[in-house]
């Protein structure tokens, strides 16, 4: 505003524009300079009275000083929250590498700890291989030893029936020796005697022996039955065994 007055100040008394008129040689040429100062003179009147209605925002100097400081603290807080993300993420990062080590240690020694127990596991089975190969053995010598017991209380039953004392002889084979010997004996008889009677005898002995045989088989069957009818009284005896807590739910 002040360097405005002056510029009028000066014109007004007589100076630049005083002169510049006189340095002039002809009307017209003044006439265009006169229309050009008061152009100039009405746009810096019009300059003067918007920049004296126009109102500052900051009208002091403390408004400044206020907005730098809550800016400063503003970026301080920022500044702490960042830190403080910064410092959880380190030690959420440092956890999950502990934990990602421990798991990796768990799960080494659960994979040693299986292959440790497949090679027992392994182990096992050759040996319960080796076990029931030697019980088959065991079982098929156990079977052969009934089975041949019997066979000497059979051949000590036709022996005695033949008419020979049991007592003397301790051999088997030596007494089917004398059983055959006795047979082909009673054979050579046979052929000597009337063929009618050596068949209704012989008729006779198939009936005892078809007789024999079925109440074997009658005998056999009621065994096998009372042993199934023990099992079944037996199970139904026995203790329920009733399981407490509750039961699993399964989701």
Same mark, same amino acid.
């Given at each position: 505003? %002040?360097?405005?007055?002056?510029?009028?100040?000066?014109?007004? +008394?007589? &100076?630049?524009?005083?002169?510049?008129?006189?340095? @002039?040689?002809?009307?017209?040429? !003044?006439?265009?300079?006169?229309?050009?100062?008061?152009?100039?003179? &009405?746009?810096? =009147?019009? &300059?003067? +009275?918007?920049?004296? =209605?126009?109102? *500052?925002?900051?009208?002091?100097?403390?408004?400044?000083?206020?907005?730098?400081?809550?800016?400063?603290?503003?970026?301080?807080?920022?500044?702490?929250? @960042?830190?403080?993300?910064?410092?959880?993420?380190?030690?959420?990062?440092?956890?999950?590498?502990?934990?990602?080590?421990?798991?990796?240690?768990?799960?080494?020694?659960?994979?040693?700890?299986?292959?440790?127990?497949?090679?027992?596991?392994?182990?096992?089975?050759?040996?319960? !291989?080796?076990?029931?190969?030697?019980?088959?053995?065991?079982?098929?010598?156990?079977?052969?030893?009934?089975?041949?017991?019997?066979?000497?209380?059979?051949?000590?039953?036709?022996?005695?029936?033949?008419?020979?004392? !049991? $007592?003397?002889?301790? $051999?088997?084979?030596? *007494?089917?020796?004398?059983?055959? %010997?006795?047979?082909?004996?009673?054979?050579?008889?046979?052929?000597? *005697?009337?063929?009618?009677? @050596?068949?209704?005898?012989?008729?006779?002995?198939?009936?005892?022996?078809? $007789?024999?045989?079925?109440?074997?088989?009658?005998?056999?069957?009621?065994?096998?039955?009372?042993?199934?009818?023990?099992? +079944?009284?037996?199970? !139904?005896?026995?203790? @329920?065994?009733?399981? &407490? %807590?509750?039961?699993?739910?399964?989701?």
């Amino acid at each position: 505003k %002040g360097i405005y007055k002056e510029v009028r100040s000066s014109r007004s +008394s007589g &100076g630049p524009s005083t002169k510049r008129q006189s340095q @002039v040689s002809s009307p017209s040429q !003044a006439q265009q300079l006169s229309t050009i100062d008061s152009d100039n003179d &009405g746009g810096q =009147d019009d &300059g003067e +009275s918007s920049e004296e =209605d126009e109102e *500052m925002y900051f009208q002091r100097p403390e408004q400044l000083l206020d907005i730098f400081a809550q800016l400063e603290e503003r970026n301080l807080f920022l500044i702490q929250n @960042v830190q403080e993300t910064e410092e959880a993420l380190e030690e959420l990062k440092q956890k999950y590498e502990e934990t990602q080590r421990q798991m990796e240690e768990k799960t080494n020694l659960l994979h040693a700890n299986i292959a440790d127990l497949q090679t027992k596991i392994a182990a096992e089975q050759e040996k319960a !291989a080796a076990l029931r190969k030697r019980s088959r053995a065991n079982s098929q010598a156990q079977n052969q030893s009934r089975l041949l017991q019997g066979l000497r209380e059979k051949v000590r039953q036709v022996y005695e029936k033949c008419g020979f004392n !049991a $007592d003397t002889q301790s $051999d088997t084979l030596d *007494m089917l020796r004398e059983i055959e %010997g006795w047979l082909e004996y009673l054979l050579n008889e046979i052929k000597h *005697m009337d063929q009618s009677l @050596v068949e209704a005898a012989e008729k006779k002995k198939n009936a005892e022996r078809r $007789d024999r045989i079925r109440k074997e088989k009658k005998e056999e069957q009621r065994r096998q039955y009372e042993e199934r009818l023990a099992k +079944s009284t037996q199970r !139904a005896k026995a203790e @329920v065994v009733k399981k &407490g %807590g509750k039961p699993a739910m399964f989701r």
